[in-house]
């Protein structure tokens, strides 16, 4: 009695041919518009010119982080002229009080913070989805100890959380990463906790248990593959989040050391000239707000692409600051 | 004169690129008193017709053309405005489910206040009685006091009375009932239908029942319409139309439902195919493709409804002056003698399990009150035989089936499996020996893993054969349930939900169990399909020489499948016994209670019952009823049933209930040979 029945319109196919009698292929396959597995179809899923956008975008950054050369051949740090010269033809972005381009320094300034950002997210990512599954699985003592531990840390903003480790660690690049890394762990923490919780009482983890799978084989066979369109649109909005911490943690000055580009270190370097010469700090500005979005868009269509039900749920993770 | 005049109403939905003609050109009337019934499988544009008339289509979806006039006012001329105050007073709509569909921040009362202030000018408090009066009306115990309730704090047949009695709170001229009962138990369904129908008299109301069910619409509508792919294929008289069904759809839908009345080892009827895609409709009659009687014409030719007072839209109609199909039609085949059935040798056998959840007390105070799932039962189940648990929701027998396979333990009590105590949790868990079908095939099976995958699963998990060896066997399983070998490539998502119900029985069946429990394996799925998948249980039955335990809370499948049967109410067993003999000749007032309950689809006999459904709800499980768990709603209950418990006794043949007061003369067991032979 409990049919299916108010879903009308959505469901109309759901109906199975072929009595046992039948010959099999006496049932045709339901016309359903879905795509395939190839990796065409798939991108298609999210849209195709959205995918393309993207994709150049998501290109242009890890050029500019991985081989900055090749968009601005010019040395970051050398002085090409006068200081304070206003964006023109010859300087797109200007120079700043050291005569030095600052297109050349936007371009070479995204290496250290995107790189802080991917590592620290690979980081909060493994330890994150580590401790979600613990604190969902564990019974007792364990999994509430986790779950208090990231209670805590929830609590505490992640740029302060990161503000600790610097403090503990010293600065530089590297502790810039595990600062990063450290401070996004809880949101992973939480979103696969709460996927696990649901999960762990599923039909089909039921099912795998009446088969004789053990807790480890669930973990890695039923459970991992179904958090990870989750998991991969956390960690893909995440970057915009690590984006902003790092960049805060290099403006304060725990980062790279000058005269080396960086896009904290410019937009605080250049803050003191805002009224006189705005482009200074304007644009490795924008270049953080460019990064952020950017991320935020990445992880709205990895969601719609990974999912094979195409029930697409982007919702906007927890924030962390 | 009409109330409710339909005439061509068209129904679109946009569909992406696509246009969804939801329902497409349908023409009826419902008159002041009269219950028209609308029924349908899923799909096929039953509910668009209600939200068309209500103006509540979903944001894609639109009326794209036709008329809708109620008591002589065309609503589809209506501004949003206008519509907006018909609804609730001229024509009310009461849902399928009354959780989703009543606010779940706000009492029940307000919410009705509320309803009554929108359409009527009076001050809150008239309103508010107004709203205990309506709530009298549908039948609710203290009104008064329910207004202050949140929807969660009643149970489902409370809430659906109070939906009930939002929707008649202005006392509209027309209801539109969509799937008033799906989601309520048989017990708590009569007494909503009852109370419909009261109601229906008394304020001489329309009523337009919605349903799947053609036992609801049989005992409670007096015309009814069957719908196919958005058109009416066929409209007449209740009486006329059960027993001389012309159009094939019809006639195919009463044979697939599964009857009290019916004989054992009778096959049940399925249509074979789908319904069409409404974006894409064939060119000719709908029905064709799936039907047994279409000729040429048929694919090219619209068929029209034609008739008077019985209509139908069919080139070659069933004859008019033949027998009821539902009965003539059946093909009837002998019951497979299964082998290795020895009377006497239980293969499952459960002694005295308890199974009680501890409930939470709070953050740092243990409970000690625990919810008793199941107390106290004792059963065996032979090799071969198909033992069904029956009862309504809460009663405990989804608990008691998952003890079986394992997935949960007893916390007094023993199970043993062939002669073995099931005491470990490796014995506990035998996945050789016993599996699990369940009730949702989309939620059991792994939506990442294709289907190859899922079948294979548990081949790899116990490591049986090699990679070749394991292909062999998944193919050979899906051949057994009747799927393409494409299937294997596919998840799960693709396929309709009796498809589905088809990869988790052979699932279930690929490591070879010699017991399968199937917990409600039908009950997600449409009346053509539900045939299917029980037909094809019964035939791997006979194939394999399975031992089923049935757990469903539809007395007609259990009917269908079960050779003996086991009532649960609260956590005990109360009768047990042959299927056949609970069928005709009950023990235990609950049993004969849940008997009367069940809508049959059979206008002459529904309505000859007499028209007293059970009374009240299943008591809570953490505090059950002293002695006689059922006493508090039993009409036979008397001062010992409250104080003794009584314990199952043997009444006939194999047949045992626990009752003080059994409607069948208790006998001693060596009377045996005075039981009717049959």
Redesign the interface.
């Known amino acids: ?9 959505r ?10 009698g ?1 010959p ?11 795509f395939g597995g190839s990796a065409v179809a798939v991108f298609a899923r999210g849209g195709l010119v959205p995918g393309i956008v993207l994709a150049v975008l998501v290109l242009f950054f890890v050029v500019m982080a991985v081989l900055p050369g090749v968009i601005a051949p010019g040395d970051p740090t050398a002085s090409v002229g006068g200081a304070f010269q206003a964006p023109d033809g010859s300087h797109w972005f200007g120079t700043d009080d050291l005569g030095r381009d600052v297109l050349t320094r936007t371009v070479w300034g995204a290496q250290p913070i995107l790189l802080a950002s991917v590592l620290g997210i690979l980081i909060s990512t493994v330890a994150g989805v580590s401790l979600g599954l613990l604190g969902g699985l564990a019974r007792g003592f364990v999994g509430g100890l986790v779950m208090r531990v990231l209670d805590v840390m929830l609590a505490l903003p992640a740029l302060l959380i990161a503000l600790m480790v610097v403090a503990i660690v010293g600065t530089g690049v590297t502790s810039i990463v595990i600062a990063v890394g450290v401070a996004h762990i809880p949101a992973f923490a939480r979103v696969v906790y709460g996927s696990v919780q649901r999960l762990r009482t ?3 983890v ?8 053990g807790r480890v ?1 669930t973990v890695v ?2 459970l991992l ?2 958090l ?1 369109t989750e998991i991969a649109v956390v960690a893909s909005s995440a970057i915009g989040w690590a984006v902003l911490t790092a960049a805060t943690l290099s403006f304060l000055g725990f980062g790279v050391a000058l005269p080396a580009p960086d896009w904290g270190v410019d937009l605080s370097s250049g803050g003191q000239y805002l009224e006189t010469a705005w482009w200074i700090s304007t644009f490795p500005g924008l270049a953080i707000t460019a990064a952020i979005l950017l991320s935020n868009f990445l992880g709205d269509y990895v969601g719609s692409i990974l999912d ?2 195409r029930t697409v749920r982007v919702r906007r993770p927890w924030l962390p600051n | 004169m009409t109330l409710l005049g339909v005439r061509d109403l068209r129904t679109q939905l946009r569909r992406g690129r696509e246009v969804v003609t939801a329902v497409d050109g349908i023409s009826f009337d419902v008159g002041p008193g009269e219950t028209v019934g609308l029924v349908g499988e899923s799909g096929c544009g039953k509910t668009m017709t209600g939200m068309s008339i209500m103006r509540l289509l979903p944001p894609h979806g639109r009326i794209a053309g036709g008329s809708i006039r109620l008591a002589g006012r065309e609503l589809t001329a209506l501004s949003e405005r206008e519509m907006r105050r018909t609804r609730g007073r001229d024509v009310a709509m009461v849902f399928q489910d009354p959780m989703t569909s009543l606010n779940p921040t706000m009492p029940v009362g307000r919410q009705i206040v509320e309803a009554v202030r929108l359409h009527r000018e009076v001050g809150r408090a008239q309103a508010r009685d107004r709203a205990v009066e309506v709530l009298n009306l549908v039948g609710m115990p203290q009104p008064e006091q329910r207004l202050a309730s949140f929807p969660h704090e009643l149970s489902g047949g409370q809430r659906q009375r109070v939906m009930i009695a939002l929707a008649l709170a202005c006392e509209p001229r027309l209801l539109i009932a969509d799937e008033p009962t799906t989601a309520l138990d048989v017990t708590i369904q009569a007494q909503i239908l009852e109370l419909l129908q009261e109601l229906r008299d008394r304020l001489s109301m329309g009523v337009l029942l919605v349903t799947h069910d053609l036992g609801v619409i049989a005992g409670r509508a007096d015309r009814v319409l069957v719908m196919y792919a958005g058109r009416i294929v066929e409209s007449g008289p209740t009486r006329e139309l059960f027993a001389r069904p012309r159009h094939p759809y019809t006639a195919a839908l009463l044979g697939a439902i599964p009857r009290l009345d019916q004989e054992k080892g009778e096959q049940l009827r399925s249509i074979p195919g789908l319904p069409p895609d409404l974006a894409h409709p064939p060119a000719g009659c709908r029905f064709a493709p799936r039907c047994a009687f279409a000729t040429e014409r048929c694919h090219a030719e619209n068929p029209v409804l034609t008739g008077g007072r019985t209509a139908y839209a069919c080139f070659h109609p069933r004859p008019a002056s033949g027998v009821s199909l539902t009965t003539a039609d059946r093909t009837s085949r002998p019951r497979p003698v299964r082998s290795g059935s020895e009377p006497g040798t239980p293969l499952l056998e459960l002694t005295d399990v308890h199974r009680e959840f501890p409930l939470s007390g709070g953050l740092f105070q243990r409970s000690r009150r625990c919810l008793k799932a199941v107390s106290g039962i004792s059963l065996s189940v032979s090799a071969g035989e198909t033992f069904a648990l029956v009862g309504e929701s809460g009663c405990g027998k989804s608990t008691t089936g998952r003890l079986i396979v394992g997935l949960d333990e007893p916390t007094a009590g023993t199970l043993s499996f062939a002669g073995e105590a099931l005491t470990t949790r490796r014995e506990r868990i035998r996945p050789q020996d016993r599996q699990l079908v369940f009730q949702d095939p989309s939620a059991s099976l792994d939506p990442r893993l294709k289907v190859g995958a899922s079948l294979a699963e548990p081949l790899v998990l116990q490591r049986e054969g090699d990679r070749r060896a394991r292909a062999a066997r998944v193919a050979e399983m899906l051949d057994q349930v009747g799927l393409p070998r494409g299937a294997l490539e596919k998840y799960p998502h693709e396929f309709s939900g009796g498809q589905r119900q088809r990869i988790g029985l052979a699932r279930a069946l690929m490591l070879r169990p010699r017991l399968v429990v199937a917990d409600e394996p039908v009950s997600a799925l449409d009346v053509s399909v539900q045939s299917q998948v029980l037909n094809l249980m019964k035939a791997l039955q006979a194939e394999l020489g399975l031992t089923y335990v049935v757990i469903s809370h539809d007395l007609s499948v259990v009917r269908y499948l079960a050779d003996r049967i086991g009532v649960m109410y609260l956590g005990k067993l109360v009768e047990v016994g042959p299927a056949e003999e609970i069928y005709r000749r009950p023990a235990h007032p609950y049993t004969a209670g849940l008997l009367a309950a069940i809508p049959e689809p059979d206008p002459e006999r529904e309505r000859a019952k007499r028209r007293k459904p059970m009374e009240g709800e299943l008591p809570s499980a953490i505090d059950p009823p002293s002695g006689c768990r059922f006493r508090t709603r039993c009409t036979l209950a008397r001062e010992v049933c409250a104080r003794e418990e009584p314990p199952l006794r043997p009444v006939a043949a194999g047949q045992f209930t626990a009752c003080h007061f059994p409607l069948r003369e208790p006998q001693e067991p060596a009377d045996h040979a005075l039981a009717p032979a049959r």
Not at chain 1, 24 to 34: E, G, K, Q, T, V
């Open positions: 009695m409990t049919a299916t029945d108010r879903q009308d319109t469901d109309s196919h759901d109906t199975a041919p072929a009595s046992p039948l099999p292929d006496a049932s045709p396959a339901p016309p359903r518009r879905r599923a039909d089909f039921a099912a795998a248990r009446l088969f004789g799978a084989r066979r039923h593959p179904n990870a094979p039900r």
